[in-house]
């Protein structure tokens, strides 16, 4: 037996050993970590003066920026996240933000901002040039509080590290849980993951994700992460029907009301080309074969320069004599006349010449008695973008304070034209007009029709996911393309409808209806010259019509009298229901 007493004693002591050593292990398995994470790191924190921000529930990559103790963001945050609206001038130093009666004016780098009421004082600076995030240099940076006078959003700021959470929504009847014992958030669900920030009992947290037994969790102050289920009450009595929709960030903010002169009828357009003086005295030719139009728009104005100057053939007699035939007559201005000339960027990108530019066009246009302006700006470059629909939210303003009708024409959408920003300008513009035609061109790679159906149905339909129907026009063409093929060379011709029927009867070309483009097609080949029409006539008018009406769009519009046959207009007469 005592022999034995060692063996047993040391068969004991290897069972306590592995039991110690099991035990250890469990211990350590199932032990809370007590390592805490790196916050700037979880925040993605590099300098003191950054500042991290929570957008509703969630972290986003842009950062704010701490100046002299305030809160900026820089201005693709504020356009990305609070509102597109604010404009930059980098020439003139200058951040603006167009109303429906006035532009709020910063000048970058001061404490204050005009209106037409005055200046106010915020105190400490409204916009300021600094670092961006990369280290470069001539970022622009608008102070929060200034941001939240044009947006709707609410935020309150944490230190250690700097954050924001920023509401843009605010959210109600959130799902919550009480914490009931004191715990730990951890950056991800498991004992072992490293803790963000303490809870104590009674406090509470927003539930954004319930699990087994862990559930993502917003903390008071901005931390996202996990906390057990057993050490907090989860939903606090509610349930899915108690969750209502999220609703205004900031109750006080009132969106401002853009106004809009849109006429409680149809619109009836046709473009009048005044090519001089003379040409003023045409305006009885160019609409005695017309029927129901009720707006006339000549081209009396061109850009000249890339000041703001402009030409005018503008004639009070021309306005007082459309007046009497029941037309408007909405005056046309164009940056193409004089092409050389002008720089569209160069002009569009300096506050003061947008000014100069608007002012004397819209005190010429009064001069003569006008009831509009109808803005043709084409090949807007993508960098001019924002300085063209900056220039017709300004030009917005001038004409609502005098009562005049504002209307822009555009190309058929396409990716590259959305820098011309039609949601935009549907804000501002009382109407937006589809140049529909142009899908084949002088100088295109191949043969077609000038506005197939498909082409027209599809400018129209994307167009009115932008504009609210009842702002848009769409154009049409009174012109045929003839094309000629002679080997590898192709040219075209524009002519008007009577035109294009005499050549289709001089060389005995026979036509068809063309289903696919809604129009009479014809071809021939003669002395090895192919030619090809598709032709524009009141049957294709009637099918661009067809769907017009099935949009329910604001009106029609023409390019240009002149190139109709009559039996045209009892066709639009039929849209218009008259």
Same mark, same amino acid.
């Given at each position: 037996?005592?022999?034995?007493?060692?063996?047993?004693?040391?068969?004991?002591?290897?069972?306590?050993?592995?039991?110690?050593?099991?035990?250890?292990?469990?211990?350590?398995?199932?032990?809370?970590?007590?390592?805490?994470?790196?916050?700037?790191?979880?925040?993605?924190?590099?300098?003191?003066?950054?500042?991290?921000?929570?957008?509703?529930?969630?972290?986003?990559?842009?950062?704010?920026?701490?100046?002299?103790?305030?809160?900026?963001?820089?201005?693709?945050?504020?356009?990305?996240?609070?509102?597109?609206?604010?404009?930059?001038?980098?020439?003139?130093?200058?951040?603006?933000?167009?109303?429906?009666?006035?532009?709020?004016?910063?000048?970058?780098?001061?404490?204050?901002?005009?209106?037409?009421?005055?200046?106010?004082?915020? #105190?400490?600076?409204?916009?300021?040039?600094?670092? #961006?995030?990369?280290?470069?240099?001539?970022?622009?940076?608008?102070?929060?509080?200034?941001?939240?006078?044009?947006?709707?959003?609410?935020?309150?700021?944490?230190?250690?590290?700097?954050?924001?959470?920023?509401?843009?929504?605010?959210?109600?009847?959130?799902?919550?849980?009480?914490?009931?014992?004191?715990?730990?958030?951890?950056?991800?669900?498991?004992?072992?993951?490293?803790?963000?920030?303490?809870?104590?009992?009674?406090?509470?947290?927003?539930?954004?994700?319930?699990?087994?037994?862990?559930?993502?969790?917003?903390?008071?102050?901005?931390?996202?992460?996990?906390?057990?289920?057993?050490?907090?009450?989860?939903?606090?009595?509610?349930?899915?029907?108690?969750?209502?929709?999220?609703?205004?960030?900031?109750?006080?903010?009132?969106?401002?009301?853009?106004?809009?002169?849109?006429?409680?009828?149809?619109?009836?357009?046709?473009?009048?080309?005044?090519?001089?003086?003379?040409?003023?005295?045409?305006?009885?030719?160019?609409?005695?074969?017309?029927?129901?139009?009720?707006?006339?728009?000549?081209?009396?104005?061109?850009?000249?320069?890339?000041?703001?100057?402009?030409?005018?053939?503008?004639?009070?007699?021309?306005?007082?004599?459309?007046?009497?035939?029941?037309?408007?007559?909405?005056?046309?201005?164009?940056?193409?006349?004089?092409?050389?000339?002008?720089?569209?960027?160069?002009?569009?990108?300096?506050?003061?010449?947008?000014?100069?530019?608007?002012?004397?066009?819209?005190?010429?246009?009064?001069?003569?008695?006008?009831?509009?302006?109808?803005?043709?700006?084409?090949?807007?470059?993508?960098?001019?973008?924002?300085?063209?629909?900056?220039?017709?939210?300004?030009?917005?303003?001038?004409?609502?304070?005098?009562?005049?009708?504002?209307?822009?024409?555009?190309?058929?959408?396409?990716?590259?034209?959305?820098?011309?920003?039609?949601?935009?300008?549907?804000?501002?513009?009382?109407?937006?007009?589809?140049?529909?035609?142009?899908?084949?061109?002088?100088?295109?790679?191949?043969?077609?029709?000038?506005?197939?159906?498909?082409?027209?149905?599809?400018?129209?339909?994307?167009?009115?996911?932008?504009?609210?129907?009842?702002?848009?026009?769409?154009?049409?063409?009174?012109?045929?393309?003839?094309?000629?093929?002679?080997?590898?060379?192709?040219?075209?011709?524009?002519?008007?409808?009577?035109?294009?029927?005499?050549?289709?009867?001089?060389?005995?070309?026979?036509?068809?209806?063309?289903?696919?483009?809604?129009?009479?097609?014809?071809?021939?080949?003669?002395?090895?010259?192919?030619?090809?029409?598709?032709?524009?006539?009141?049957?294709?008018?009637?099918?661009?019509?067809?769907?017009?009406?099935?949009?329910?769009?604001?009106?029609?519009?023409?390019?240009?009298? #002149?190139?109709?046959?009559?039996?045209?207009?009892?066709?639009?007469?039929?849209?218009?229901?008259?």
């Amino acid at each position: 037996m005592k022999k034995l007493i060692p063996v047993i004693t040391a068969i004991v002591l290897i069972v306590v050993v592995v039991a110690i050593s099991a035990g250890a292990k469990l211990a350590e398995k199932y032990s809370y970590s007590k390592e805490r994470a790196d916050l700037e790191e979880y925040f993605d924190i590099d300098r003191e003066d950054e500042a991290a921000i929570v957008l509703q529930d969630e972290r986003v990559e842009e950062k704010a920026k701490l100046i002299g103790g305030k809160y900026y963001f820089d201005m693709t945050t504020v356009q990305k996240y609070f509102n597109s609206r604010f404009y930059e001038d980098e020439k003139e130093r200058l951040l603006l933000y167009t109303l429906p009666e006035d532009t709020v004016r910063v000048e970058i780098g001061s404490s204050s901002y005009t209106t037409k009421d005055g200046a106010s004082d915020l #105190g400490y600076p409204v916009a300021a040039y600094g670092a #961006g995030a990369d280290g470069s240099s001539e970022v622009l940076y608008i102070a929060a509080d200034y941001v939240k006078l044009f947006a709707d959003f609410s935020y309150e700021t944490f230190t250690e590290p700097n954050r924001m959470q920023v509401y843009t929504e605010k959210p109600a009847g959130r799902r919550e849980g009480r914490i009931v014992k004191k715990t730990a958030v951890r950056y991800q669900g498991g004992v072992k993951s490293p803790i963000l920030t303490d809870l104590e009992e009674g406090d509470t947290v927003i539930i954004l994700e319930e699990m087994e037994n862990w559930s993502k969790v917003k903390t008071a102050d901005a931390f996202i992460g996990y906390v057990e289920n057993k050490r907090m009450d989860v939903g606090i009595g509610m349930t899915e029907e108690d969750i209502q929709p999220q609703t205004a960030a900031n109750p006080e903010f009132m969106n401002p009301e853009y106004t809009s002169l849109t006429r409680d009828h149809k619109i009836n357009l046709g473009w009048h080309v005044v090519a001089g003086p003379a040409g003023n005295d045409t305006l009885i030719s160019a609409v005695e074969n017309t029927k129901g139009v009720n707006v006339i728009s000549p081209t009396w104005f061109a850009l000249t320069d890339s000041e703001g100057n402009f030409s005018s053939f503008a004639s009070s007699d021309y306005v007082n004599r459309a007046h009497d035939m029941g037309m408007e007559v909405w005056g046309l201005i164009d940056n193409f006349t004089n092409r050389d000339a002008v720089d569209t960027y160069e002009l569009l990108s300096y506050t003061s010449k947008r000014a100069y530019l608007i002012e004397n066009l819209v005190n010429t246009v009064l001069e003569y008695g006008m009831d509009g302006i109808n803005v043709d700006f084409e090949s807007i470059s993508q960098d001019a973008g924002p300085h063209f629909v900056q220039f017709i939210r300004e030009l917005s303003v001038a004409c609502r304070k005098n009562g005049l009708v504002l209307s822009v024409d555009n190309y058929v959408p396409t990716g590259d034209t959305n820098h011309y920003d039609r949601a935009e300008q549907g804000v501002f513009a009382d109407y937006v007009i589809i140049m529909g035609y142009d899908e084949h061109y002088g100088g295109s790679s191949e043969a077609g029709s000038v506005a197939s159906i498909g082409f027209v149905e599809s400018g129209i339909k994307r167009t009115v996911e932008q504009v609210p129907a009842e702002k848009v026009i769409n154009a049409l063409p009174f012109y045929t393309r003839i094309w000629k093929s002679e080997g590898a060379d192709l040219t075209s011709e524009a002519v008007g409808m009577e035109m294009a029927e005499q050549f289709v009867a001089n060389h005995n070309i026979e036509t068809r209806w063309d289903e696919t483009a809604c129009q009479n097609y014809g071809e021939t080949t003669e002395g090895g010259v192919f030619y090809q029409v598709w032709l524009e006539d009141e049957h294709s008018i009637e099918a661009k019509l067809g769907i017009m009406q099935k949009y329910n769009i604001g009106g029609v519009a023409a390019w240009r009298l #002149g190139f109709e046959k009559p039996s045209v207009w009892d066709v639009i007469g039929d849209y218009l229901g008259q």
